[in-house]
């Protein structure tokens, strides 16, 4: 099965949902930045949660999600867009502890509860808009939950969850998010409540085979949901020679001179992907010519 979100409502309207199978793309993270279980889980739930946020824009918009929360692992930083596509990286990505008392990651270790979850949507308007929070709990599925609420005022529930195995590969990631639209009834967040209270973890309902649909038919009862789409999700990073290029050029002709005199080469490492780009003595005195 390849990684994708679905999208849909439920109880006539009033509850807005969205569930994703995220494996392969928080696995590509995973191999890219060589993260040990602990950070993988971290940076999975992260990018799990942004790529479904990124799915509730349109169009060309895009949003950042980072997580300070004062822990080993450091910053977390994940771009999302309303296409499907997610990057992210953590400061530390060799970070791993013992299990935690219930026999998880332990990711609030990790993560830290000092800091604060901030949220940037670019929205093709002149300013973008900021929406930050303090971190409450390091889990990062309450920390989404209570950006929703306080931020945006739009009471929700989060649910990410990472599996890894022994060899540090992904074995299970995905999540949801459930929404109460205005003027839901306290009928319908009694049933929701009581559903998300005896539903096992979402990582084990990954793991066990369900779909997105199917982790929402658990959630919220078949009978109440209705589909609306799908949208397939990936690892992509927007990096490239020719914007690394630009970067280079924007440094100045002194910087770039001392490139040249003092190595003959450049080397430009993207933070997202890992990604090496090599720039020759000849193409470095083409940009130096662009700075000049």
């Not at 599925?141 to 945006?152: I, K, L, P, R």
């Not at 005199?261 to 090599?278: L, W």
């Amino acid at each position: 099965m390849s990684d994708y979100l679905v999208r849909a409502v439920a109880f006539d309207g009033q509850v807005r949902a969205y569930a994703v199978r995220s494996t392969d793309t928080v696995g590509e993270a995973q191999r890219r930045h060589h993260t040990w279980p602990t950070a993988s889980a971290a940076l999975g739930r992260a990018m799990t949660a942004g790529v479904m946020m990124g799915a509730m824009m349109k169009g060309e918009d895009k949003l950042t999600v980072k997580i300070e929360g004062g822990g080993p692992i450091g910053a977390i930083l994940v771009d999302s867009d309303a296409k499907g596509n997610v990057r992210g990286y953590v400061s530390n990505p060799q970070i791993h502890f013992d299990l935690n008392e219930q026999g998880k990651l332990d990711v609030r270790r990790a993560v830290g509860t000092t800091g604060n979850l901030t949220v940037v949507k670019d929205i093709g308007m002149r300013e973008n808009f900021t929406g930050q929070v303090p971190i409450v709990s390091g889990e990062l599925g309450e920390d989404f939950t209570y950006y929703f609420v306080s931020s945006e005022q739009v009471p929700s529930s989060v649910g990410v969850g990472v599996l890894v195995n022994p060899d540090n590969s992904i074995l299970a990631a995905g999540g949801f998010i459930l929404q109460l639209m205005p003027g839901t009834n306290e009928e319908t967040i009694s049933v929701i409540e009581k559903r998300l209270q005896t539903i096992p973890p979402v990582s084990k309902l990954i793991q066990q085979g369900l779909t997105p649909e199917e982790l929402l038919k658990e959630l919220l009862g078949e009978e109440n949901i209705k589909f609306l789409d799908t949208l397939p999700i990936q690892f992509k990073c927007q990096c490239s020679k020719e914007r690394f290029a630009d970067a280079i050029v924007s440094l100045g002709k002194e910087e770039i001179e001392d490139m040249i005199n003092t190595d003959g080469q450049g080397e430009a490492q993207c933070h997202f992907c890992n990604e090496v780009y090599h720039y020759s003595k000849e193409e470095l005195e083409d940009l130096l010519k662009e700075a000049k």
